[in-house]
């Protein structure tokens, strides 16, 4: 995301001991914009990165563009259970503890499906304990519980 992290990870991945690592510093949503990687990878990981973006269905046809055919998307991510209210939607805190964005589970599938993925599984974590840790001050609707709201998950499409 920033030009110190790219300058960290230079130095623990020494191009003597991994030489085929490479790094490029841009938004994520600007994947389908890098040429040289169309078709490239056989796996796209990202944990806790993919809500945070308000162009998800760029980023997901961007990450579909660097797959190769029978490649995978493999993401762990919050998702949304239920709408998340208007006021927690627009509370930087919920944002920054990746809440505020999260996606309904039938509108990620949905997107997925748009991107081109196949044989979509998008796996909730029952009982996340932590989720209410993420925003202990959010005034959630009417008292209710934030794991009402969200919940993470483990999200898994392949490109045919």
């Known amino acids: 995301m920033t030009k110190e992290m790219i300058d960290e990870a230079i130095k623990v991945t020494r191009k003597e001991k991994y030489p085929n690592i490479q790094y490029e510093l841009s938004k994520i949503e600007d994947l389908e914009n890098f040429e040289k990687f169309k078709e490239k990878f056989d796996v796209v990981i990202s944990n806790c990165v993919f809500n945070l973006s308000p ?3 760029k980023v997901l046809k ?3 563009f660097v797959l190769k055919k029978g490649g995978r998307l493999i993401f762990t991510d919050p998702v949304a259970l239920k ?3 208007e006021e927690i939607r627009k ?3 919920s944002y920054t503890s990746c809440m505020a964005n999260a996606s309904l589970i039938e509108d990620l599938n949905k997107i997925l499906k748009n991107a081109g993925f196949k044989d979509i599984r998008i796996e909730v974590k029952e009982g996340d304990s932590y989720i209410k840790k993420w925003t202990p001050e959010t005034k959630w609707e009417n008292g209710n519980d934030p794991k009402e709201y969200i ?3 483990s999200i898994f ?3 045919n």
Do not use: H, R, S
């Open 62 to 64: 961007g990450v579909y």
């Open 55 to 57: 162009e998800k269905e």
């Open 151 to 153: 919940a993470t998950a």
């Open 83 to 85: 709408p998340i209210p």
């Open 157 to 159: 499409a392949f490109k």
């Open 91 to 93: 509370d930087m805190k």
